[in-house]
């Protein structure tokens, strides 16, 4: 099947990164060479990631990953990135649990040497479930996988999100309150809502999103549940897998102290977003994994608590989703790879999905 090509993610071009990054890599490790650079093929939309090896009898790891702040010519999809902030937090969940996320290594707060921060960590080895084509498509390790190896690592990384939720120390989660005034929740709202003001702005609202937010409004919880700990971007193809076992969890730029329901609508919704996707091209997809009320009862069983108003927690997870795909979607007309349309909502590829959440419909 025919595909848009991906969007364009950087303007930096990666051999001079290479040599720059030998330069850094000298203050820390003398005489030390960076070899096999690799840009992944996966390479995300927000931070860039870049593989290489370290050439040195004193290495501390061979093989590493870089997570470099994004491109600020490349019209970014957040208004900000945190290095420092990613450290700290994969540091502490390698530190306080049994969670595999991968050993940091090194901090570069100082933009000079490749053009903004970095930090560098030793690679995970095993394999992803692709977003391209996204892993409900045939043509993938995961699709071609047994139902059976397929409930293995969805129990497995239901796994990962109850022993985060519960074993992360509530003292340290604080630390990762959004700011603001209000309950963790609210306070997560609210930065959602400026980050979308901050999408929008020169360009007309989106009355779909608009029409999101009045539904959260509408249907607040009574009771928000404890805050923990969230991983914030919590989806499989966050996870380097082993086998059907995580290896390794990424991507920890959107934790925050909030309900666990935030992670698990996230978990949920965003494999319904590529099932959804998947229908919609004519091909069944993966309709028996991760279903909502299966990732529930597990979570339920693990944890002991019930997951709850997970309608209101899968409509703010496709909300979100719908901000992210909307600031990527200005981007490409930045690049002009699109046209902007009168009605921004064309703009959202699960716009039908989240008007049938606004209308009570989808489930």
Not at 67 to 83: K, N, Q
Not at 202 to 231: K, M
Not at 318 to 335: C, D, E, P
Request: net charge negative; hydrophobic share 45%; charged share 25%.
């Amino acid at each position: 099947m025919a595909t848009a090509p991906r969007p364009r993610t950087s303007t930096r071009d990666p051999e001079e990164l290479g040599r720059r990054l030998t330069g850094w890599l000298d203050t820390r490790l003398p005489g030390a060479r960076v070899t096999d650079l690799a840009v992944p093929a996966s390479n995300g939309m927000s931070s860039e990631t870049l593989l290489f090896d370290i050439d040195h009898p004193e290495a501390p790891v061979r093989g590493c990953a870089l997570r470099l702040a994004a491109d600020p010519a490349a019209y970014t999809i957040f208004p900000v990135y945190d290095m420092e902030r990613q450290h700290r937090v994969m540091s502490l969940v390698g530190e306080h649990t049994d969670i595999p996320v991968p050993r940091v290594l090194w901090l570069e707060r100082d933009p000079a040497p490749l053009g903004a921060p970095f930090f560098v960590m030793a690679r995970a080895e095993g394999r992803v479930p692709p977003d391209v084509m996204p892993y409900t498509y045939e043509g993938n390790w995961l699709h071609a996988a047994t139902d059976a190896q397929r409930a293995r690592l969805e129990a497995a990384s239901v796994s990962v999100l109850a022993r985060l939720h519960d074993q992360f120390p509530p003292k340290e989660a604080e630390f990762f309150l959004p700011e603001g005034t209000g309950s963790p929740l609210r306070r997560h709202v609210d930065a959602q809502r400026a980050y979308y003001a901050w999408v929008v702005k020169g360009f007309a609202p989106s009355p779909l999103i608009e029409s999101a937010f009045e539904w959260l409004a509408a249907h607040w919880p009574t009771d928000e549940g404890p805050a923990v700990l969230t991983w914030g971007d919590a989806r499989i193809g966050n996870i380097v897998y082993d086998g059907f076992e995580p290896a390794a969890v990424l991507d920890w730029e959107m934790a925050a102290y909030a309900p666990r329901e935030v992670d698990l609508g996230w978990t949920v919704y965003l494999h319904r977003f590529f099932q959804d996707l998947t229908v919609s091209f004519g091909q069944p997809g993966l309709p028996r994994f991760l279903r909502r009320d299966a990732v529930e009862r597990r979570y339920a069983a693990l944890t002991g608590h019930t997951p709850r108003d997970m309608e209101f927690h899968t409509l703010y997870a496709a909300l979100r989703h719908a901000i992210v795909m909307l600031r990527v979607a200005y981007r490409q007309a930045h690049f002009g790879e699109v046209e902007v349309p009168a009605n921004p909502d064309s703009l959202i590829l699960h716009h039908a999905t989240l008007a049938a959440m606004v209308r009570g419909e989808y489930w």
